[in-house]
């Protein structure tokens, strides 16, 4: 199984910060890398999906980055509604896997 | 407006089985793979078994093959997955996914609102 290995797992910043989060697989996954945010007692919510493609009804201050193995997600300009857990998924083969979080706090 | 909605889970004990539901609509549930992701309350998500549009094929984590089994009625749009030889270690928040395409790896836009297991004596 291709493991996915998230940094930092845990991250305080301030509104109006800009983070970023990366997300490291044991093997090239090409572009088949995706990053959901979760809130505390929902279901995940798809932001990205192939790297970098926003999903519909997402704020153009998230962007994701990267090839291969390395990738990244950035918001640009944090807002008090994007304080959540974040999640990258490699969709290259089965099963699919997760990193394993980042939270994400006010500081 | 696509809607999954996961109904099924419960308190059973050790060795026990239980059926998961999601219903779904608004969108055409058969050309969609599904699949069942869970989370231990405070921990991250796990794949744990996925099928294509069709139903053809179907595909299980290591942690659940042998007791698990992922199907799907594309008449009555609804999705299942029949828990067997249930284990402590297999309590969870379940939620049924929907995948992008018909086939089994893509990602996952839309969830379930998510149905709790609880394994324990």
């Known amino acids: 199984d291709i493991q996915m290995t998230q940094s930092p797992s845990s991250l305080s910043a301030s509104v109006g910060d800009r983070v970023t989060i990366t997300c490291r697989a044991s093997q090239s996954i090409n572009n088949h890398l995706n990053w959901y945010q979760q809130k505390p007692g929902k279901a995940p919510k798809l932001l990205i999906h192939a790297v970098s493609s926003l999903q519909s009804g997402v704020p153009s201050t998230f962007s994701g980055s990267g090839s291969g193995t390395d990738f990244t997600l950035t918001i640009s300009s944090l807002q008090p509604e994007d304080f959540a857990t974040y999640y990258c998924?490699?969709?290259?083969?089965?099963?699919?896997?997760f990193g394993q979080g980042t939270k994400l706090e006010i500081k | 407006e696509v809607q999954l909605v996961d109904s099924g889970g419960g308190l059973v004990q050790p060795g026990g089985s239980l059926r998961l539901s999601c219903a779904a609509s608004g969108f055409t549930f058969s050309t969609h793979a599904m699949s069942w992701v869970r989370q231990v309350p405070g921990k991250g998500l796990e794949w744990v078994s996925g099928l294509t549009g069709s139903g053809d094929a179907t595909y299980y984590a290591d942690s659940v093959r042998g007791r698990f089994t992922i199907s799907r009625d594309n008449s009555r749009n609804t999705l299942f997955l029949q828990m067997n030889s249930l284990r402590v270690e297999d309590t969870a928040v379940y939620y049924c996914?929907?995948?992008?395409?018909?086939?089994?790896?893509?990602?996952?836009?839309?969830w379930g609102q998510g149905t709790l297991v609880t394994v324990s004596s």
């Open positions: 996914a929907k995948g992008e395409n018909e086939y089994s790896a893509s990602w996952y836009d839309y």
């Open positions: 998924q490699q969709s290259y083969n089965t099963p699919p896997t």
